[in-house]
């Protein structure tokens, strides 16, 4: 491919050598992908949506409108309809907003700082630390995550919000520290960490400063990806009961409300599954792209 660049090649699905794609490059690419940019918009609206509920909603939305009746359909007065209580469904959409995208950025965080941590240490060790680290990030992924909350829920009982994001996180970080052990282990034999060790640097700095900002771009992906996939699982937690508590709207307990009068209440579980499934496939779009952007970078799935 003649003239090819680092972001071209990327676009056609060829590999990139790490690092070889420039934050300019990977910022021009990204401004002129129509993809990215729909992605982009519609998550930052669904963000905007939720950080401004108190002032959006037009309802408290633990507030019961009539008492005495019950799930109304869409009107002029409630653009959704309302729910089984007779709570507005908008209000309640747009709070569950706020609790799912904040459950699941700051759940997916905590398992990328945690699985960056134990995956840079096995690399740069090496020898036996690495595969006693590894081992144990196998048995870890030999267990399904949603076997694994389930248990953790079923043991517990009912979970607060911070329980919530705790057991999501400390579940969720196994892909990623095989993914940054891969990189550092790509990256700790390039000629500047050599460098940087002749000059007398000590481990630490040299992974820190030298090997971990090298080998963040596919960690950005990967965690990307994980907020979508946490945002679903914390859904089903939910849909199933044992994710957050009542009054409190999330969209899969609101999907849950609406289940058993599906024929004829549809709009109870569709509004609120629209809204999950429009924003994990932007979030699934925006790590696509970016992972485009940054050479085609494998990911695992989180």
Known sequence: MPNATP?????????????????????????????????????FVVA???????VLAPYDPAQLIDASARAQPPSAEHWLGTDPLNRDL????LYGARISLGISL???????????????????????????L??????????PRILLLLSVVAFWGRLTIPAIVLLLGMTGWFAASRLARDSVRATREQDFVLAARATGASPARVL?????????????????????????????LSFLGYGVAPPAATWGGLIRDGREVIATAWWMSVFPGLALAITVLAI????DRLRAAMGGTQVPAP
């Open 7 to 43: 972001v071209s090649m990327a676009l056609d699905g060829a590999p990139v050598p790490a690092g070889s794609v420039s934050p300019g490059r990977i910022a021009s690419f990204l401004r002129r992908d129509p993809a990215f940019a729909a992605a982009a918009i519609t998550l």
């Open 48 to 54: 905007v949506a939720g950080i401004l509920a108190p």
């Open 90 to 93: 908008l209000s309640r959409i």
């Open 106 to 132: 700051v759940a997916v965080t905590l398992a990328t700082i945690v699985g960056t941590a134990w995956g840079a240490a096995a690399g740069y060790a090496g020898g036996w630390v690495d595969a006693l």
């Open 134 to 143: 590894m081992r144990i990030v196998d048995a870890g992924l030999a267990i």
């Open 208 to 236: 820190v400063r030298h090997i971990l900002p090298h080998a963040m771009t596919p960690m950005l992906v990967a965690a990307t990806l994980g907020v979508g996939q946490v945002i679903v699982v914390e859904a089903g």
């Open 284 to 287: 699934n779009v925006l790590g």
